[in-house]
């Protein structure tokens, strides 16, 4: 008796292989293919746009499953689509149009159909695009904070100039009364010449005396600062952009 039951079991099981293979064999043939729809390999940021399209090369109609996503230059998704879910399709089937509004970079995108008959070539069941959004690249930003930090240390020691050169003016301005100290004697020592010059010349008259008078280096070493601090910021902007 449990001999019948297990030689039953095996028989159902045969019948129930056959009834697959049968079940497969009668799906019709058919050869579909999938292609990314994009009208260049670069794109604006605000420009880019896509779509994908399935088309019967050969066989019946059948339903068809479509996906799709995007990936960025390191292999991350940035998008996923899935046009359709079993749906119908007799000759073609062309997706919505996509504005995935990417960030600068370089991208990929993958799109696959599958199809609910017997695809006799599944080599074009996929298709894939590289494309690239432009805009400012990670060099770009660098080079811009370079520029940045150039124009501020630009701006820092243009203020220290400014600062130095209002500290040699204070300092000049407070030496003035020197100044005029010193222009006041060699006035009076003009005036007691022209008195000697008036004089009749004898033996025992006296020669004027000679007032040397020395001027200030407040003014040399004025420029030699300025010299000094604009040196100063072309080595610090050149060693901002050897960075």
Known sequence: MQRN?????????????LLARASFAQQPSCDYKVEILVDAEEFEKDDFKWRMRATKIE???TNITGIAEIEDSSGKTAKNYKPWTSQSISKQKTSSEYTPNLKPGEYKITAEINV???????????????IKI?????????????????EEAVNTLASNVEKEQITLKTAKTAAKPADEETENTI??????????QQQPMTANTAQAPEIAYESSNDKAKGLIMVFLLTL??????????KR
Do not use: F, H, P
């Not at 690249?137 to 660098?142: G, L």
């Not at 006035?187 to 000697?196: D, E, F, G, P, R």
């Not at 100063?232 to 952009?241: A, P, R």
């Open 5 to 17: 039951q297990t030689g039953k079991l095996v028989l159902a099981i045969i019948l129930t292989m």
């Open 134 to 150: 432009k805009g400012a690249t990670q060099e770009a930003i660098n080079k811009k904070a370079k520029t940045e930090d150039a």
């Open 232 to 241: 100063s910021i072309l080595l610090n902007i050149i060693l901002i952009w």
């Open 187 to 196: 006035q009076l020592a003009n005036k007691n010449t022209q008195k000697i």
């Open 59 to 61: 066989g019946k109609s």
């Open 116 to 130: 609910e008959c017997d695809d006799t070539n599944k080599g074009n069941n996929a298709d894939t695009k590289e």
